[in-house]
């Protein structure tokens, strides 16, 4: 099972045609998926747009009332799909967002790393159609502004937020302390992600894809200044634990017990 996780805040316009594009690439790419949409608080009609999606799709809509923020979403989403899995050695969950920045066509090269092997393969983006020169240096300086508090050997972006996952990889990360694993929001909240999940993933793969900015109807959210002082702040509250050691990392897996066996 491939779960596609997805937070959205006020993402109305885009979050129903981004799913049925996700539908339209699985239709080519038979595999059996789990949509899995986080409605943040949202005050559009982001609840009646995906409301007929649940009714046509393998859709779960998970509802905040009020927002709960980017750090707390992503965590649920991907919390959700490593509880609901009965085959986490087999089972991976890719996050993306719903404003068309990650675009749904590199869903099929995601899984195949996640197939051939990978554990975790994170999307590094670049920036197609972002008029702000502000926000291209942002992104391309966060490593920095995160202070070296999250270092993952062959990934440089560390703030992409598209991302998969094989689940073992984050039941053990989740297991490793106490909820909320993530105390970082924000862009850094992606870094903190690919840092604690990378502590447990025999193999990290990388691959280029370009975020379109500039096909969302709305603004963009984020002011430059503003972007690298949140950076900056929030990399203080990274507190990742040691590294696993590879050997170690290798040494934890699932109990045997209904996967034993399972093929990819």
Request: charged fraction near 25%.
């Amino acid at each position: 099972m491939i779960y596609v996780c997805i937070p959205s805040h006020n993402e109305a316009p885009t979050v129903g045609l981004l799913l049925w594009k996700i539908r339209q690439v699985f239709a080519g790419f038979p595999r059996e998926y789990q949509l899995v949409v986080a409605d943040d608080g949202s005050t559009d009609a982001t609840a009646e747009v995906l409301a007929p999606y649940a009714r046509v799709l393998p859709l779960t809509v998970l509802t905040h009332q009020h927002r709960e923020g980017y750090r707390r979403t992503i965590e649920e989403l991907l919390r959700f799909a490593a509880d609901r899995t009965d085959r986490p050695r087999r089972d991976c969950a890719i996050l993306m967002h719903a404003d068309f920045a990650h675009a749904p066509h590199y869903l099929p090269d995601l899984v195949r790393r996640i197939e051939s092997g990978a554990d975790m393969v994170v999307a590094e983006g670049s920036l197609g159609g972002e008029s702000s020169r502000g926000r291209r240096m942002l992104r391309r300086f966060a490593p920095m502004l995160l202070r070296g508090r999250v270092r993952i050997p062959g990934v440089n972006d560390l703030v992409s937020g598209f991302a998969a996952f094989r689940l073992v990889t984050l039941r053990n990360a989740f297991r490793e302390g106490k909820p909320p694993m993530l105390a970082a929001e924000g862009w850094a909240a992606n870094a903190e992600l690919l840092g604690r999940a990378s502590r447990h993933a025999r193999r990290i793969e990388s691959m280029p894809v370009v975020e379109r900015h500039d096909l969302r109807p709305r603004p963009s959210r984020l002011e430059a200044w503003a972007g690298a002082r949140e950076l900056w702040r929030e990399a203080g509250r990274l507190r990742l634990p040691t590294p696993v050691p590879a050997r170690a990392a290798a040494a934890q897996v699932e109990p045997a017990g209904v996967e034993a066996g399972a093929a990819s």
